[in-house]
């Protein structure tokens, strides 16, 4: 039978989000559902990266942190998880969670929801949106995850799965499938699926809604933000939703708070474009009913699009970097000469290098009360390349200033990275094929 009803909660938005405000949601709370929001475009790439390395990796590298707090509460409380924490590996990630629901001996279904993976369907010809080519100009992809949508969460749901463990799934139909299945919504029921929608949008950054992100001293105040809770949605089965946060917490649910974080990733409000249905904000109403509760309506919606938006990572090369301080009268002025000194070394070969100069009291820990010129000054300087031996030779160079440049430089650091580069395009709905299967933790074979 369907329920009149709903409480979600977010206990997540990004992957490094802190824990201690999930557990008290979680704990106080009172939920039917806890979602964790925990990817990003860059982030899924990374795992993908992480995956090729060791196939036994890839998920959310906080997974086993945030489900050892998380389960034995939402155990005891009965709320069901819904998360995207999968990453480039939901398999295995939802495996560590069923092994770790064992260790705790809790008795959960665990489900995973596999198909965002899309890198074997790439075309050479399809458009990049953010650039107006095609994807024959990058010719080093390596990952390529499909946005899937609330549709893809649903026979798990459906199967009373108590924990959901998905890759990339849009950041509102994660907190919208919830919904679907308890209140026995159509899928073409656009004008619910909208006001949904625009519920999980607000909630998907978790704290962003309840004051993080928004505080500005003195111009947007913001109490207790070392204490911030996260928030919940109270919603009805036509859609019409109240977000609030456990009294006590830090932080506030205004008519501000929901306004910023209504306007987040937004490009065309006529037309707020999701895996699930089209939304249109411009009704949307939003007015405070209590402290900290601020009711949300007035979204309408229309057919969801054919095409699904996939997020494409690729090799862009490498970023070396370097850094060195200096220290004392003159300080800013050696740096400047030794800035100078690496753009001549450096330059010919690398020619997109960035210089910083940094600090003020880092050296000594005090300034010494200079009001002129500082007293000391850090130089940081990167730039892109091709290869990681160039890149390499930045932090090279930096170190090489020791005897090869200004006097008193010291506090070496270098380091290079892969640059992990992001572009999007669009695939049609009908090549991505999605699947939900009940996962059982693997027992340890006895020894012999």
Not at 66 to 72: K, T, V
Not at 85 to 112: C, F, Q, S, T, Y
Not at 239 to 259: E, L, N, Q, R, Y
């Amino acid at each position: 039978m369907a329920r009149h009803h709903l409480r979600i909660g977010a206990g997540a938005g990004f992957q490094s989000d802190r824990i201690e405000p999930a557990v008290v949601l979680a704990a106080q709370g009172e939920l039917d559902y806890l979602v964790l929001e925990c990817l990003a475009e860059r982030t899924t790439a990374v795992a993908q990266q992480r995956r090729a390395h060791d196939p036994s990796s890839g998920f959310d590298p906080l997974l086993e942190a945030r489900m050892e707090a998380l389960l034995p509460i939402c155990a005891r409380t009965h709320t069901r998880i819904v998360t995207n924490m999968g990453a480039a590996n939901p398999r295995a990630a939802a495996r560590k969670v069923a092994e770790i629901a064992r260790r705790l001996d809790l008795k959960l279904r665990v489900a995973m929801v596999t198909g965002d993976d899309v890198t074997g369907r790439l075309r050479p010809d399809l458009p990049v949106l953010e650039t107006g080519g095609t994807l024959r100009d990058f010719d080093r992809v390596f990952a390529a995850n499909a946005y899937l949508g609330a549709d893809a969460l649903l026979p798990a749901l459906a199967r009373g799965a108590d924990v959901i463990v998905a890759g990339r799934v849009a950041d509102a139909s994660l907190f919208l499938a919830p919904m679907i299945v308890e209140f026995g919504w159509a899928l073409d029921d656009w004008e619910r699926l909208a006001r949904g929608a625009l519920l999980g949008h607000l909630l998907e950054c978790a704290g962003q809604v309840t004051g993080g992100y928004f505080a500005d001293p003195g111009i947007k105040d913001v109490p207790d933000l070392a204490h911030l809770g996260f928030p919940f949605v109270d919603v009805d089965r036509e859609g019409f939703g109240v977000i609030s946060k456990v009294p006590g917490t830090g932080g506030a649910v205004t008519t501000w708070t929901v306004k910023e974080q209504l306007l987040y990733e937004v490009l065309d409000p006529t037309a707020f474009v999701t895996p699930d249905v089209v939304v249109d904000l411009r009704g949307v109403r939003i007015a405070e009913v209590g402290k900290d509760r601020v009711a949300v309506f007035g979204a309408t919606g229309s057919p969801r699009p054919e095409t699904l938006k996939v997020s494409v990572g690729y090799h862009a090369g490498w970023i070396g970097e370097g850094e060195i301080s200096y220290a004392g009268p003159h300080a800013r002025a050696r740096a400047q000469l030794a800035a100078d000194v690496l753009r001549d070394r450096l330059g010919p070969d690398v020619p997109s290098l960035r210089v910083d100069l940094i600090g003020i009291d880092s050296c000594h820990g005090t300034d010494f009360g200079h009001t002129g010129e500082p007293y000391e000054v850090r130089l940081r300087i990167a730039g892109r390349t091709d290869t990681r031996d160039l890149a390499e030779r930045i932090g090279w160079e930096v170190e090489a200033l020791a005897t090869n440049g200004p006097a008193g430089g010291g506090g070496f650091r270098r380091s290079v990275s892969d640059r992990v580069g992001i572009v999007s395009t669009l695939i049609a709905r009908a090549e991505v094929l999605t699947a939900a299967a009940a996962v059982e933790a693997r027992r340890e074979a006895k020894a012999r």
